[in-house]
Nanobody
Framework: QVQLVESGGGLVQAGGSLRLSCAASTGSFSRAPMGWFRQAPEKEREFVAAIGWTGANILYADSVKGRFTISRDNAKNTVYLQMNSLKPEDTAVYYC???????????????????WGQGTQVTVSS
């Protein structure tokens, strides 16, 4: 069973930065597209960013384009989300997810991801 463990969340002022990490327990990580999603209180889970298994095929939600950067290190089985110019509306629990279909392209549909982390809280104060 795949384990995904997020870290790096916290409290930051508007305009600040955070870097989230997600470590995977499986060697198949290097062949799997990865994604980041978030869920704010009383809102549905929404797509943030995704990256293909080679590090190409990167997708971003319009709300984070130009501010967030997704990357991965397959040697460390880790995917990252660098978040800059944070806004109060970025406040949410952030989840990383792994697509079960190895070697497939990246996707923004949460239904395409079979493994999820427990989430890490990001709070942006105004």
């Amino acid at each position: 069973q795949v384990q995904l463990v997020e870290s790096g969340g916290g409290l930051v002022q508007a305009g600040g930065s955070l870097r989230l990490s997600c470590a995977a327990s499986t060697g198949s990580f290097s062949r799997a597209p990865m994604g980041w999603f978030r869920q704010a209180p009383e809102k549905e889970r929404e797509f943030v960013a995704a990256i293909g298994w080679t590090g190409a095929n990167i997708l971003y939600a319009d709300s984070v384009k130009g501010r967030f950067t997704i990357s991965r290190d397959n040697a460390k089985n880790t995917v990252y989300l660098q978040m800059n110019s944070l806004k109060p509306e970025d406040t949410a629990v952030y989840y990383c997810a792994m697509r079960n279909r190895l070697y497939y392209g990246s996707t923004s549909d949460p239904a395409d991801f079979g493994s999820w982390g427990q989430g890490t809280q990001v709070t942006v104060s105004s």
